[in-house]
């Protein structure tokens, strides 16, 4: 079973920036993907950004562009999201995700973590 845990969530000011962890733990570590998802209450989770494992390439929904980061350490076994220019529509639950197989870049992840709070003040 694989473990994820994030961290580095927290209360900032609109316009400041934050940068959130997920380490992978528990078994041979090789995913298809690692993505980062968000959710508010009363909304549907939503896709925010991810990487393909082997090669890098990075993948965000258009209301982040331009502002998140995505990348991944191999050696850590981590994912990051670095996030600039915050809006307090950003404001919601974080949680990391891994996908094993190959296909659509936002859809069937399979482990997902227990979530981070990032708040952003007006």
């Known amino acids: 079973q694989v473990q994820l845990v994030e961290s580095g969530g927290g209360l900032v000011q609109a316009g400041g920036s934050l940068r959130l962890s997920c380490a992978a733990s528990g078994r041979t570590f090789s995913p298809a993907a690692m993505g980062w998802f968000r959710q508010t209450p009363g909304k549907e989770r939503e896709f925010v950004a991810a990487v393909v494992w082997m090669g890098g390439s990075t993948y965000y929904t258009d209301s982040v562009k331009g502002r998140f980061a995505i990348s991944r350490d191999y050696a850590k076994n981590t994912v990051y999201l670095q996030m600039n220019s915050l809006k307090p529509e950003d404001t919601a639950v974080y949680y990391c995700?891994?996908?094993?197989?190959?296909?659509?870049?936002?859809?069937?992840?399979?482990?997902w973590g227990q979530g981070t709070q990032v708040t952003v003040s007006s």
């Open positions: 995700a891994i996908r094993e197989t190959y296909g659509s870049i936002s859809d069937n992840y399979d482990y």
